[in-house]
């Protein structure tokens, strides 16, 4: 049997999915930034929303050490589209059509399914 080239560094299920939480928060949050940042032209919450992207994916790296990749990335994708798509209607004014509502709960019961398939 040949080797894995990484060896298995699995970590607790409670701490991937904490690593995964902390990722979808950091990766709202930075979008939200860069929201704020008008297309770059205002460059401190630009630079800003582009650190917490990156945080995001770093922690999103940690969380697939303890789970699948499938459903870590299922989760992140799927969490911070709805998550994002709250904050945009309620901070940034932004309207979400019936179509999107549906497509949204569309979202969640993928990753609900993916999850318990």
Same mark, same amino acid.
């Given at each position: ?56 994916? =770093? =922690? ?58």
């Amino acid at each position: 049997m040949i080797a894995p080239l990484v060896p298995n560094l699995m970590m607790p299920q409670t701490l991937a999915i904490a690593w995964l939480a902390l990722a979808v928060v950091l990766e709202v949050s930075g979008s939200c930034l860069l929201k704020l940042s008008d297309g770059m032209r205002r460059r401190l919450p630009g630079l800003l929303g582009i650190v917490l992207v990156i945080g995001a994916f =770093a =922690a999103l790296a940690q969380a697939i050490r303890g789970m699948d990749l499938s459903v870590a990335y299922a989760v992140w994708g799927g969490a911070g589209l709805v998550i994002t798509a709250l904050v945009g209607a309620l901070a940034f004014g932004q309207r979400i059509r019936p179509t999107g509502w549906a497509g949204i709960g569309l979202v969640i019961v993928g990753v609900v399914a993916l999850k318990l398939l």
